[in-house]
Structures are given as structure tokens and as C-alpha cells.
């Protein structure tokens, strides 16, 4: 069941979505703040994001740009803001697609439908990864040659090989892994990202793939 995080403060808008949505079999959550949008996208790992951008607490461009440094979950705006600046911004800052409000609930399931075709277009793509001599098969947990990851290698490895080219911050990393009481616990990624390229870089001690960024985190180079 394809999950869809509604990011909204308006109870009649929040209302119908959640109906219509659940009507087509979609898992539905809901959240009515850009901060507890970004807690859920984390936590409950929605499958697609749909975000008004006008919320009582954080701009919804502020929160798209929040979810674009670590994640890629298709999300598509839902705004009465009908102009074009708007709009580009929104896609600038990584949104992938707009609609507004007022809308036609048909026409708005078909977007997220060609979106959420799209997004699964992308994920095949970068299911298959090269890393030094290594292929890594993200779908099947399998690398080539038969090398094994422990559980907690894949997580890290995932997170970094689905956003490619992308700063991920050490907290967000150690939020994701491990929990949001071991954001300080730096020495876990040390050791864990150490293991890593011992794995899959040609040579550990001068990695090209598995990236250090001093002072901020870890970045994936294909």
C-alpha cells in the first residue's frame, strides 16, 4: 500500500484528501505543521509527500528544502498561491509537481499517480549502484562477489547511495540509524563508515565514493 504523508492545516482540505485517498487504498497520515512534517517524513517514511506551503510555523519552501538534504520522496505542492514565482520556487527547491487550490480531486490523483510512476522510474536506476570494484544491488540487499553488510552498514549505505552527490548531515544520519537520542554519538558513523569503505573502496584510505565532509557529514560520489 502506497503511503502518502498530507502536510496541510486545513481541516476541510485535510478532511476530503484523507477520504478520497483512502477510498483508492492509499495509507494515510497527516500533519499540520512544516516541524511535525518533518518529524513524520522521517519517522513514518512516507512513499509520497503532499504539502501546502502556506503552514502556521515553517514555509512550505523551507520545508521542502528540509526533506530535499536528505531524502528523495516525490512531492507534490498543494497551494492556493497561484503564482508563478511560487511555483518556481517550489520546483527549484525540489518540489515535483504544483497544483492549486482550488482543484479537481481526478485531476489531482492522476498527478500523484504520474508522479509516484516517475519516482518508481528513478528508484530502479538507483537500485544498482557501482562502488570500486563492487555492484550493489539496493533492492536485493546483494553485492557483487558476495560480499555482506551487516544491517546497520545497509541503512548508512542507503540513505548515502539514494542521494547521490547530496551533503547528508552526521545528526540526520545518526537520527535515522540509530534513534534521536544519538545524535551526538559521532564515533558510531567514524566506525560504521570506516567498516564501509574497508568493504567496497578500492582504496580505504583515500576514498572516491564514500566521502567525508569535515565538521558536517558524508556525501555519496557516483
Do not use: C
Not at 486545513?10 to 477520504?19: D, G, M, N, S, Y
Not at 515535483?96 to 487550490?101: F, G, I, L, N, R
Not at 534521536?180 to 568493504?199: D, F, I, N, P, W
Amino acid at each position: 500500500m502506497t503511503r502518502i504523508l498530507v502536510v496541510d492545516d486545513e481541516p476541510q482540505i485535510v478532511r476530503a484528501l484523507r477520504i478520497n485517498l483512502a477510498a483508492r487504498h492509499y495509507d494515510v497520515a497527516v500533519a499540520t505543521d512544516g516541524a511535525s512534517a518533518l518529524r513524520a517524513a522521517a519517522d513514518w517514511r512516507p512513499d509520497l509527500i503532499v504539502l501546502d506551503l502556506g503552514l502556521p510555523d515553517l514555509d512550505g519552501i523551507e520545508v521542502i528544502h528540509g526533506l530535499r538534504a536528505w531524502t528523495r520522496i516525490p512531492i507534490v505542492v498543494l497551494s492556493g498561491r497561484a503564482g508563478n514565482r511560487d511555483k518556481i520556487q517550489a520546483l527549484d527547491a525540489g518540489a515535483d509537481d504544483y497544483v492549486t487550490k482550488p482543484f479537481g480531486i481526478e485531476e489531482f490523483l492522476a498527478r500523484i499517480r504520474a508522479v509516484s510512476r516517475r519516482a518508481a522510474v528513478q528508484e530502479a536506476e538507483l537500485a544498482r549502484v557501482r562502488i570500486g570494484d563492487r555492484t550493489v544491488d539496493l533492492t536485493g540487499k546483494t553485492i557483487s562477489g558476495g560480499l555482506r553488510l551487516t544491517p546497520t552498514e545497509w541503512h548508512i549505505l542507503e540513505i548515502l547511495v539514494r542521494n547521490p552527490g547530496k551533503l547528508i548531515p552526521r545528526r540526520l544520519l545518526l537520527a535515522e540509524v540509530w534513534g534521536s537520542g544519538h545524535v551526538k554519538e559521532t564515533h558510531y558513523l567514524r566506525q560504521y563508515m570506516a567498516q564501509l569503505r574497508k568493504k567496497l573502496e578500492r582504496d580505504p584510505a583515500h576514498p572516491v565514493h564514500l566521502i567525508t565532509e569535515p565538521g558536517m557529514g558524508y556525501r555519496f560520489r557516483p
